[in-house]
Structures are given as structure tokens and as C-alpha cells.
Antibody, heavy 127, light 107 residues
């Protein structure tokens, strides 16, 4: 079964750090672009970060760039999100998600939508 | 950033009725638009990609259309289990963005 399981969430003080993990099963992480998407309590979805299958390319939202780092350990089939300098506004459920792969009509490899999601892990930044 | 505006915010309909949701982009996203369903306490679920392609295992009552800046998501005949929030999302440009969501309530 294709599955993503997040862990590592919890309560942290403002300015603190936390590392989230997302372990994949049923597929190989290196074959897909992997992502973190968050959802603040009662709010909508916000894309946070993406890492390519090779790990060479990374992308961040402006709200987390310079504070968060996405990475992967292919030997463990695990995705990470290192979160530093946490703020109250980072409080959210953090989901890891896989993007589909496909080739367009010109033969260009593209990333599609988020087709597989984990169950989410809650991060609360508060005193 | 590309802003996605969803309307209406809430839709309240009876089982068997047709639900029509709108997603408008602040600039063209081509057909690089997806729709997700999220039920309370659950992760989002991919329904539609490329504006109109149903994801694997998604029932035929769910459909999407549109291109450029105006998109429509339709549930042809509502089932009680369709009660959820529906989000559109674009992948034309970084940063990837989501709409604010439409809550579909079943009377």
C-alpha cells in the first residue's frame, strides 16, 4: 500500500526548532517530488516546500524561506522538514505529500498534483 | 503570486442536487489546476488534475472544466458523503497556491 506517515510534531516555544519526518512506504521516494503543505487551525491549505526526486532542487514559500530546510534520506525512504526560528504563525498541521510525474505532449517531464498525502502532524508554537 | 479565488464560500444543497463550484485565477494557469476534497480531521484527497482529469478511483459524478483563469468543479448528483471543503490549487508558477476553499453542506 502506498502510504506516507508523518511524525515529529509537538509544542515548541517561539524561536525554537523542530524536525518533522515523513516515511514513505509502497513507493520509492527518489522517483517523486516530495512536498510539505500546512494548514493552520480553521484555515486553508498553504504550500510550504518541495524537493525534487534527486534532491538537487528545492523550493520554499516566502513565509518559510531561510528558516525551514527540506531534505530527504533516500536510504530510509524518509522526507524531512527542519524548522528553525519558529513563530506563532507557523502553528499548523503539517502534511507531507507526493506529486505525480508525467510527460507532456512535447515529451517534457513535469510534476503534477499532490496525489498521496500523509495524515498530518500538528506543530504548535506557543509559550 | 497567483491568487485563486473560490466561490461561493459555502454551498448548502440537498442529496441528488447538482453542485457547481468556481475557482478564478489572478492570471492564467493554463490547465495546471487541481481540485481536492477535505473532510474534517482528514488529509486532502486529490479529485481532479489538469483541470478536468479525474484521479484514480474518483467517481464519475465529480468533474472539472475550464482553462486560463476560470475553472468550474461540478458534483452532478450530491451524495451525503460529499459534505466537505473543496480546494483548487495551481501548479503553473511558484509558489504553488491554493484557493480559500468552498464548503459544501448537505441538507
Amino acid at each position: 500500500e502506498v502510504q506516507l506517515v508523518e511524525s515529529g510534531g509537538g509544542l515548541v516555544q517561539p524561536g525554537g526548532s523542530l524536525r518533522l519526518s515523513c516515511t514513505a512506504s509502497g513507493f520509492t521516494l527518489t522517483s517523486y517530488a516530495m512536498n510539505w503543505v500546512r494548514q493552520a487551525p480553521g484555515r486553508g491549505l498553504e504550500w510550504v516546500s518541495t524537493i525534487s526526486g534527486s534532491g538537487v532542487s528545492t523550493y520554499y514559500s516566502d513565509s518559510v524561506r531561510g528558516r525551514f530546510t527540506i531534505s530527504r534520506d533516500n536510504s530510509r525512504n524518509t522526507l524531512y522538514l527542519q524548522m528553525n526560528s519558529l513563530r506563532a504563525e507557523d502553528t499548523a498541521v503539517y502534511y507531507c505529500a507526493r506529486r505525480t510525474n508525467y510527460y507532456d505532449s512535447s515529451g517534457t517531464a513535469r510534476w503534477g498534483a499532490f496525489d498521496i498525502w500523509g495524515q498530518g502532524t500538528m506543530v504548535t508554537v506557543s509559550t | 503570486d497567483i491568487v485563486l479565488t473560490q466561490s461561493p464560500a459555502t454551498l448548502s444543497l440537498s442529496p441528488g442536487e447538482r453542485a457547481t463550484l468556481s475557482c478564478r485565477a489572478s492570471q492564467s494557469v493554463g490547465s495546471f489546476l487541481a481540485w481536492y476534497q477535505q473532510k474534517p480531521g482528514q488529509a486532502p484527497r486529490l479529485l481532479i488534475d489538469d483541470a478536468s482529469n479525474r484521479a484514480t478511483g474518483i467517481p464519475a459524478r465529480f468533474s472539472g472544466s475550464g482553462s486560463g483563469t476560470d475553472f468550474t468543479f461540478t458534483i452532478s448528483s450530491l451524495e451525503p458523503e460529499d459534505s466537505a471543503v473543496y480546494y483548487c490549487q495551481q501548479r503553473m508558477n511558484w509558489p504553488l497556491t491554493f484557493g480559500g476553499g468552498t464548503k459544501v453542506e448537505i441538507k
